[in-house]
């Protein structure tokens, strides 16, 4: 898990290789919309060595909140819209061609590209804010306590602890809901939003599964092909990984081919502090 955790800091651990003035229809990274003030950043970003035959998508999820951030120091991510085009490679870096579209006092926009020789492999449109106080209000369904350690459980891609009480490879029909404590070890809080978005694209696919008996997020590859197609994430607030988070995640819904999650990322003290949905491919074999 060391390792684990070291190689995925290290994907994070963005900074430009490019910065200069752009125009409309730049070929490298897309239009900048007729604004002529608009700025080209680059990075260039390591992969993780996971054992997938394709990028893992929370890495790129990740990626992209993370070179957002960089990109533009003086805000924080309020809100990221992913597609992904097609299967990246995991012996190949990834190019972030992140363009600003607008940049004001209190928002900012950014299109952000990520591209290797083959093409594009997924698009970020992606909201800025500037940190602001006010009043708050959320109506939340109650958190409970934090799972005890008896129900600590070991995913492949997850390098920091995360407790369960439901199996996502049980086979046997049920709701399609599922509960994920996670706390990462002690690290920049500048890194949480980047963090949890790797976290949200684990288990939304698998929650859609459970109401189909005999079906488990297990058959991928085998009774069923599947993969992320977009991504959507939004942070309300401030918070830490290295504390502990509940990743409430509902999918009600398979059809056509595809399937649909969102979820909610709470404290334990019932704090809601980001919220997440996503569109996945899942094509059944005869």
Known sequence: MDVLWS???TCLDLHPRLSAPTFAGNDDGGSAVGDRRATLVVFEAPNQQIGYRRLFGGQLLAQFVRAAG????????KSAHVVFAREGKNDEP???????HHEGRSFATLAIVARQKSGVVATASVSMHAVETGIEHQVVDEVPPVLDAEHEVRLSVIPWQTRATTDLN????????????????EVDAALAPALTAYASDLNLIGTALRPLEGFSQGGNGTA???ATISHTL????????DDWLLLRNHAPLVAHGRCFGRGDILTADGVLVASFAQ????????
């Open 234 to 241: 939004w942070f309300h607030r401030p918070f830490r990984t």
């Open 7 to 9: 190689e995925l800091l």
């Open 94 to 100: 990834v190019r972030y061609i992140v363009q600003r």
């Open 70 to 77: 960089v990109a533009c120091r003086d805000k924080v991510v």
């Open 279 to 286: 569109e996945g491919l899942l094509r059944f074999r005869p």
């Open 170 to 185: 049980d086979t046997a029909a049920s709701p399609p809901n599922y509960d994920m404590w996670m706390r990462t070890p």
């Open 224 to 226: 069923f092909t599947s």
